[in-house]
């Protein structure tokens, strides 16, 4: 693999605000170019990793790395990263315009530079002639593109963006996600966006930091992070899940709710407690005679495109279900599953001890996989 | 909060409003009118514009015009020098209402005994100059001189322009601080594009609250300028006092009214409701 040299890094980097530990020894690194997301409940101290990389903050300990170089010492306006404020934050004296030359004027840019930046960059985000416009004359919307704007036309080589559609609603903040996204593609910068909303950051990004408690809880694709949650935060915080305690007997045979399934999961003790996630959209509806589990079907909400559904089995488990067609009320049914759709949670786990343990057995099954396909071949030139 | 001390307020609006109506009337309105009428009027209260006439044509009625503009303009500058890195420090600081309070507690004492307290100071026995004579220099005149009257004059009016200049600070949002510096502006570059204009509400109104009382002192003027310094609080007190010539009085007046009316459209705030 080759190693491109990291445009931020955190090395061990920790912040109290009196007695509140917000950063717990945090270590991360980012790469030129990603679009990268911190997810967490508020209070989990994902803006105060933004607040450090832009100099809003300071770090009690550790290091902070841009492109290599330590900047704990560098002041905010040195630094070559700018952010879009949660709200706006736009100057109130100023118009559009003015507002967008900010960055270029202070550095001293030529007039007709200016003007061709500033209309590039309310170009970009679809505000062309808004220029001569007030502040206050400007929709929430609008005030967020100017504040886009305003932040890009530093060039900026990585651009801060907290929280910033947070104030919208629900069909304005689904059309900034996807241009937000396009305008990362386009410029090829870094993003660093923080949210709480775990399906505004599955959307965007190509790298999640799930926040908890002023650790990273876990770090990884969209993919990596909604179908392996490390832990009962991530499953619970990333969508809709169903969370049982189960012991895993062996490799690949786990036990809940009083039967034996198997699964796709090893490199734990025999015997060891574990919790068995399920996520609702992998559960099938199915008559009771075929189902893995029996359910009561308790409560059941439309949701548009599928219908949620709240099911009960004997030992008073709740069972969320996604269904594409409605059911019964009160009516006893039964749920399938495959064994990939089970995932295992160990208690306490590591970040870096999943990873390996992930490594381990799944390198092991490519190995047999690799083994299987040879004896199928040598089987078959054997045949022939 | 502002919600419900709004509906409360609704609920007493029509009482207050009848009150402080009459309030306005009785010693607002009604004054002014009596000194308009005192000032058209001879000395057997016939009607004459005489009074108005004497004053554009008076050299030395001009000269103190001038002088009390000269004064409260001096002293505006002076408050505004000082009142707003005061301003903007208190802005800084954990507790800042404490500071704020200790500010604004000097206008709680009473205007002539500050200026007692200064005599004590500047006079000729004073604290300064005996610390003067303790380390071998010579006293000075300090008293009844131009700068003491501007120093006394400075002092008094300062909370009065650093209040209202501490509260558009402080409504400043602290972000836009923090966006100016993500953008690349230093602290100074910040003061000026952002804080500044952001920051003019309270400064004018602050020059209200300073110039306009600067226009009409007397009492300083006596006391520490030792009518030196004459201006048209001065004139007034003098020819309302001393020479009994309520009508002139009445006229001098009139025309500071006029003359602070003015000031007020001047720094008046043009912004158009349009503030969020």
């Known amino acids: 693999m080759v190693e491109k040299m990291p445009i931020l890094e955190f090395s061990k980097v920790a912040l109290s605000f009196g007695d509140t530990e917000v950063l717990k020894e945090i270590d991360l690194v980012l790469e030129s170019g990603k679009f990268y997301t911190l997810l967490g409940p508020s209070g989990s101290g994902k803006s105060t990793i933004l607040k450090l990389i832009s100099g809003q903050l300071q770090a009690d300990a550790g290091k902070i790395f841009f492109e290599g170089q330590v900047i704990n010492d560098v002041p905010a306006e040195k630094r070559r990263v700018n952010t879009v404020f949660q709200n706006y934050s736009l100057f109130p004296n100023m118009n559009v315009f003015d507002n967008v030359a900010f960055g270029p004027r202070l550095k001293k840019m030529s007039e007709k530079d200016i003007q061709d930046k500033v209309k590039e960059m309310l170009g970009l985000v679809k505000l062309s002639g808004f220029e001569r416009r007030e502040i206050s004359e400007l929709s929430g919307g609008q005030q967020q593109r100017v504040a886009i704007a305003r932040a890009l036309a530093n060039d900026p080589e990585v651009l801060l963006l907290d929280e910033p559609l947070s104030a919208l609603d629900y069909k304005l903040r689904k059309e900034l996600q996807q241009e937000l996204r396009n305008i990362q593609k386009r410029l090829g910068i870094t993003f660093v966006f923080v949210t709480h909303d775990q399906e505004e950051a599955l959307a965007m990004s190509d790298w999640i930091f799930v926040m908890h408690d002023g650790l990273i809880q876990q770090n990884g694709t969209p993919e990596d992070i909604y179908d392996e949650p490390i832990n009962h935060f991530v499953a619970d915080f990333i969508g809709e899940t169903n969370i049982v305690p189960g012991i895993m007997k062996h490799d690949y045979l786990v036990h809940f709710v009083g039967k034996d399934f198997e699964n796709v999961d090893a490199g734990m003790r025999p015997n060891e407690r574990v919790e068995v996630v399920l996520r609702p959209e992998d559960l099938d509806l199915t008559d009771p005679a075929n189902g893995k589990l029996v359910v009561t079907i308790q409560d059941q909400l439309f949701r548009g495109d599928y219908y949620e559904i709240t099911a009960v089995d004997d030992d008073m488990n709740t069972w969320q279900v996604q269904a594409t067609n409605p059911a019964t009320v009160g009516a006893r049914v039964g749920l399938t599953f495959d064994p990939e759709d089970i995932h295992i949670m160990r208690y306490n786990e590591s970040e870096a001890a999943f990873d390996a343990r992930l490594e381990s057995y799944e390198d092991e099954e490519a190995e047999a996989a690799l083994q299987a396909a040879k004896d199928d071949q040598s089987q078959s030139g054997g045949q022939g | ?276």
């Open chain 2, 1 to 276: 909060m502002a919600l419900s001390f709004k509906k409360q307020k609704q609920g007493f609006t029509s009482a207050y409003m009848g009150i402080y109506g009459l309030w306005l009337l009785a010693f607002v309105v009604l004054p002014l009118l009596l000194l308009l009428v005192e000032s058209l009027q001879d000395q057997n209260h016939h009607f004459t514009l005489a009074n108005y006439q004497a004053f554009f044509t008076s050299g030395s009625y001009l000269a103190m015009t001038f002088n009390s503009i000269w004064y409260a303009f001096l002293i505006t500058v002076i408050t505004l020098v000082f009142a707003y890195p005061t301003a903007y420090f208190l802005t800084t600081l954990k507790n800042k209402q404490f500071w704020l309070l200790l500010v604004i507690l000097p206008t709680w004492i009473n205007l002539l005994l500050k200026t007692y307290a200064f005599i004590g100071l500047l006079g000729q026995g004073g604290l300064v100059n005996s610390t003067l004579t303790a380390v071998g220099l010579h006293p000075m005149q300090l008293l009844f001189t131009d700068w003491s009257f501007l120093l006394v004059a400075a002092y008094v009016e300062l909370p009065f322009m650093i209040l209202p200049i501490f509260n558009a600070l402080s409504d400043i949002d602290p972000l836009l601080t923090a966006a100016s510096r993500d953008l690349g502006a230093n602290s100074w570059q910040t003061l000026k594009k952002v804080i500044w204009p952001l920051s003019m509400p309270g400064v004018k109104a602050g020059i209200q609250a300073v110039f306009i009382p600067s226009l009409s002192l007397f009492m300083i003027t006596r006391l520490i300028g030792g009518n030196r310094v004459i201006t048209l609080g001065t004139a007034i007190e003098e020819h309302f006092l001393v020479t009994q010539n309520w009508a002139f009085g009445s006229t001098i007046g009139v025309i500071l009214i006029v003359a602070m009316v003015i000031t007020m459209l001047l720094t008046q705030d043009k912004q158009k409701g349009g503030r969020s």
